[in-house]
């Protein structure tokens, strides 16, 4: 069974600064998928970015990047340049490659923005 | 483009009642998941519904049932509630085969006393 580990609880940081949240995950699977998604206090689960395990390279949106080392089973999102609507709970979550179509989270991170 | 739509928002039930929740997917989807997100936790997989069908279903008790629609549209249903059932559940919608985009809702918290 796959497992998702996130190590923070709460972070915090100031306003255009960078932040780290950081994720671990345990699975037997050699191809796979790995998220970040962002929920507000609307409670919408909102994609951050995605990555997929056979790509080396890593996965970039705009000031959200990643840090996947598959070898390492880790897998950490970077915040650059925070803004205040980045405070949310964020949630790392695993979904094996083709058939089972289920993501497996994190218990996640919440994140504060202060101005 | 509604996206995925459930309704109710909110709703109280007391012990041992029945709900049922629902759920419209995105445009173009024929897929549906639901899952249930307890207070300071991360959603955990109830079931998936694909062709009318469960297709897979996570580590929950029988009182947990769903349908699909020939439309894609789907409901959850709990039967015998208890305490323990009070959470935010959210439904989810993809394509077969395009898994990874995955699409939620905002969900339903369901409070029971």
């Known amino acids: 069974a796959q497992t998702v580990t996130q190590s923070q609880p709460e972070m915090s940081v100031q306003e255009a600064e960078t932040v780290t949240l950081s994720c671990t995950y345990d699975t037997s699977e050699n191809n796979y998928y790995l998220f970040w998604y962002k929920q507000p206090p609307s409670r919408q689960m909102i994609l951050v970015i995605r990555q997929e395990a056979y790509k080396q390279q890593n996965a970039t949106e705009n000031r959200f990047s990643v840090n996947f080392q598959k070898a390492a089973k880790s897998f950490s999102l970077k915040i650059s340049d925070s803004q205040l609507g980045d405070t949310a709970m964020y949630f790392c979550?695993?979904?094996?490659?083709?058939?089972?179509?289920?993501?497996?989270f994190g218990k996640g991170t919440k994140l504060t923005v202060n101005p | 483009d509604a996206g995925v739509t459930q309704s109710p928002t909110h709703l109280i039930k007391t012990r041992g009642q029945q709900v049922t929740l629902r759920c419209s997917p995105k445009s173009g989807h024929d897929t549906v998941s639901w899952y249930q997100q307890a207070l300071g936790q991360g959603p955990q997989f109830i079931f998936q519904?694909?062709?009318?069908?469960?297709?897979q279903r996570g580590n929950f008790p029988d009182r947990f049932s769903g349908h699909q629609f020939p439309n894609y549209s789907s409901e959850l249903n709990v039967n015998a509630l208890l305490l323990g059932d009070s959470a935010l559940y959210l439904c989810?919608?993809?394509?077969?085969?395009?898994?990874?985009?995955?699409?939620f809702g905002s969900g339903t918290q369901l409070s029971v006393l």
């Open positions: 979550a695993f979904m094996p490659w083709g058939g089972s179509e289920k993501l497996v």
């Open positions: 989810a919608s993809s394509q077969t085969g395009f898994g990874e985009k995955l699409f």
């Open positions: 519904y694909y062709e009318e069908e469960e297709r």
